[in-house]
């Protein structure tokens, strides 16, 4: 940490303020130099995951690990021609890489279209505030002094809008190609061990998470670096015009999140019904004609969708912190360094995941299958503690030792300490959710298996304990998220909760990267099942992918819960730009809207779980349409036509994300527009106090579900195997509460995190609009 180049120097201060140690040249070197190493670190894993190679050997099967002795692999023993796999794997690999790049092109396209549209509406409606004048207008808090003009605004919070939407489809487009890069030379490297087949699984992961983290945090930085060239001391419509920057970020994350999680469910559903349950064939058996589909779904949803949400929900919890830090006396006095705090931490947090990092790849190896998921959850655990330091760090620095934050109309004093407690709060909230989860959906703890306990008797009953499960899960993550709110919110108002959504999200490379390792090891086992691998290896990938089941759950809890934070945080920023003094629940205007608000989240879920019915209704008739139809296909003589099914997902994916998605983007618009800022402020209350419940039960129930099948399958404890080998009746239940749990794991809960955020942002982006011109039902 010693690098760094801070002076211990007092730059101008407000008399009384004592002001921070770290130099606002440090700070714009520290930022950029962090995000640059978080890239440089991305890239160095990248070059080591291809050290795989996929092209096979023409000397024989041996090939050298680092200690320089050949690993004996595990076809050796059993006479497997070596070149054949590896090929094979290759052309798979090829296959599921081609349909994700087609189907995220063609989702692009569209989402292309919607946000040049959206990009207009967004200049019009804020250029009319002042009616298009470019006259310098008085300040909105601080009516003394000159601001720039709302046409000004207008324009630079689309240009950030556009930043932030190109960012957010980077980070889920190049996440994608590393994830498919790197799947089947995870499964290459199960032939040697577990071991190795995890640290490819793992580095892949991390590839994701840094580049994400570092572009999210570099393009932010730059884009507040050119708007203060225009802007200069006018910082309060400097930060309002960034938050379109988060507004960007998510609405691209709404579209990817529900396009893939739509593609993804109904390919898998399909291939599950047809496969499993009617034909009695193994999943990712080559002979099912969706199997493609069903990977490539992994790929779109789960690493696409979800590298654009949590970019998202951390270009929100940026913004948030910023536009309320720019009406507080840092943005007051023009403190550089104590402004760049969100950014800071954030920088801190990439170097933290750093050395997180190479505990997982190089300290310590993972052996055997048992150490997977110790090894994952020890991620989680060191982050946090490290970050923990580095957070302390930067508090002391960065911050000067008292300050005043903006609390609706007033300024309330806060110390450094209080601010440096915000963020804790908000991270070790992170991981106890991440623990809940990871109890409630793990194979591991009695929850688990008592679903599948409960299969014996059908897959009625397996339903029943299945949503019991999830609704209880939603308990102790609900606490956490309520006392980090208190707590933040007394110390440190609206800022204290943005900051602690940012505490939560400053871990966000490891997050990441335990989360993108799951799909990985998802489409690994496919793979190798469908190049006809040995039974072992299969084993191993199974391992790799119950882990990463569970990690994708805490990951979701995850962003789930930094959700709630921040569109709270976001949902303080409105209402402090709106100018609404208080939001009381009593008043008609707010109540109705709250209580709209609260049944969006059904609405948005009964949308999402429907389009991903209907899609593998399709699926399902596509499947057996070439299981009766194509001669020697359940022989395996022939192979079957996979492009017409991925064809199938990607056209009912594209067709059915537009209607969930014009709902959230709508809904303030039109209530701003046309019920005015109260009603609205129901609305986000209402939507944010549901949303998080189902969103959490949601995912919860899906993920235990899934690890519930799984365990069964598995048959590792002496329990497991009095419930059957695979084909038995209680595996048959277990696989329908599968079949059930998938839309509602990875299509409606995960999505439910950006309806709450998007709404929010997208108001506060509104807000001058609303403010100005909004309520026109109630002017008449």
């Not at 109309?409 to 909230?429: I, R, S």
Request: proline content about 3%; some cysteine.
């Amino acid at each position: 940490m010693h690098s760094f180049p801070i002076h211990f120097h007092p730059t101008h201060s407000s008399g009384t303020m004592v002001a921070a140690l770290l130099s606002d040249l440090a700070t714009e070197v520290i930022i950029p130099v962090c995000a640059v190493i978080g890239i440089l670190f991305s890239l160095i894993q990248w070059v080591l995951v291809s050290r795989v190679k996929l092209t096979p050997d023409r000397n024989g099967p041996s090939s050298n690990n680092k200690n320089g002795f050949s690993d004996s692999l595990i076809e050796e023993e059993e006479g497997v021609n070596e070149h054949n796999v590896v090929a094979k794997c290759a052309e798979i690999q090829n296959a599921i890489s081609e349909g994700a790049t087609s189907f995220l092109f063609t989702e692009y396209q569209y989402v292309g279209i919607f946000m040049v549209v959206f990009a207009i509406l967004i200049f019009l409606f804020l250029g009319s505030v002042e009616g298009f004048s470019t006259k310098t207008q008085q300040c909105t808090y601080d009516v003394h002094r000159m601001c720039k003009p709302a046409l000004a605004t207008a324009l630079f919070s689309t240009v950030s809008f556009l930043l932030g939407a190109i960012t957010s489809v980077l980070s889920g487009f190049l996440g994608m190609k590393i994830a498919t890069y790197a799947n089947a030379r995870t499964t290459l490297e199960a032939r040697k061990s577990v071991g190795k087949a995890f640290i490819i699984a793992f580095r892949s992961g991390a590839v994701m998470g840094f580049l994400l983290a570092a572009n999210g945090l570099l393009v932010l930085y730059l884009t507040i670096n050119l708007f203060k060239l225009y802007y200069g001391d006018d910082w309060e419509g400097l930060f309002e015009a960034i938050t379109g920057y988060g507004l960007g970020g998510s609405s691209m994350a709404l579209f990817g999140r529900v396009g893939g999680g739509i593609y993804t469910k109904a390919a898998d559903v399909g291939a599950d019904l047809v496969g499993k349950v009617e034909r009695n064939i193994p999943e990712d058996d080559p002979r099912n004609p969706a199997v493609i589909a069903d990977n490539v779904g992994d790929n779109v949803g789960d690493i696409a969708g979800m590298g654009s949400d949590l970019f998202g929900s951390y270009a929100e919890s940026s913004c948030a912190a910023l536009v309320v830090a720019s009406i507080s006396s840092f943005g007051i006095n023009h403190e550089f360094t104590a402004m760049c705090y969100p950014l800071l931490v954030s920088s801190i947090g990439i170097i933290v995941c750093l050395i997180t990092t190479l505990f997982a790849t190089d300290f310590y190896e993972v052996k055997a299958v048992k150490d997977i998921e110790p090894s994952l959850k020890n991620q989680l655990i060191i982050s946090t503690v490290l970050m923990t330091i580095g957070i302390a760090i930067v508090s002391f620095i960065a911050l000067p030792s008292s300050f005043t934050i903006y609390n609706f109309g007033v300024q309330k004093v806060v110390h450094n300490w209080q601010l440096f407690l915000c963020v804790c709060v908000g991270l070790w909230a992170g991981l106890i959710i991440g623990f809940v989860t990871e109890y409630y959906t793990s194979n591991a703890y009695s929850p688990v298996q008592d679903v599948a306990d409960s299969c014996r008797t059908g897959a009625a009953t397996n339903v029943i304990f299945g949503l019991a499960l999830g609704y209880k899960s939603v308990i102790i993550p609900i606490f956490a998220i309520a006392i980090s709110i208190f707590v933040s919110f007394s110390f440190a108002a609206m800022y204290g909760i943005a900051v602690a959504a940012l505490g939560m999200l400053s871990t966000i490379a490891t997050g990441l990267a335990i989360d993108a390792y799951g799909p990985i090891s998802d489409n690994a086992g496919g793979i190798a099942e469908m190049a006809g691998m040995s039974h072992r290896i299969r084993e191993r990938t199974d391992a790799l992918d119950a882990a990463g089941n569970t990690t994708a759950a805490i990951g979701k809890g995850f962003a789930i819960g930094s959700a709630a934070l921040v569109s709270l945080a976001l949902f303080g920023a409105f209402v402090s730009r709106a100018g609404i003094q208080v939001v009381d629940v009593l008043t008609p205007k707010v109540f109705i809207g709250l209580i709209v608000g609260a049944m969006l989240p059904y609405w948005f879920s009964a949308m999402t779980m429907k389009s991903v019915g209907s899609a593998a209704l399709k699926m399902v008739e596509e499947v057996r349409r070439q299981f009766n139809t194509i001669p020697g296909l359940m022989e395996g003589l022939t192979k079957p036509d996979y492009a017409t099914c991925v064809k199938i997902s990607t056209d009912a994916s594209i067709k059915e994300m537009i209607p969930p998605g014009a709902l959230v983007m709508l809904t303030p618009l039109i209530v701003g527009t046309f019920f005015g800022v109260e009603t609205l402020s129901g609305v986000l209350a209402g939507s944010l106090v549901s949303g998080v419940q189902v969103a959490i039960s949601a995912s919860n129930t899906g993920g235990a579900w899934d690890n519930a099948k799984k365990y069964i399958e598995a048959g590792a404890s002496e329990h497991a195997r009095t419930l059957g080998p695979k084909g038995s009746e209680p595996h048959k239940a277990a696989v329908i509460g599968d079949t059930i749990g998938d839309p509602l794991k990875d299509t409606s809960g995960p999505s439910l995190n950006i309806l709450i955020k998007l709404m929010a942002v997208e108001s506060l982006v509104f807000a001058p609009f609303f403010a100005a011109h909004g309520g026109l039902l109630f002017k008449l």
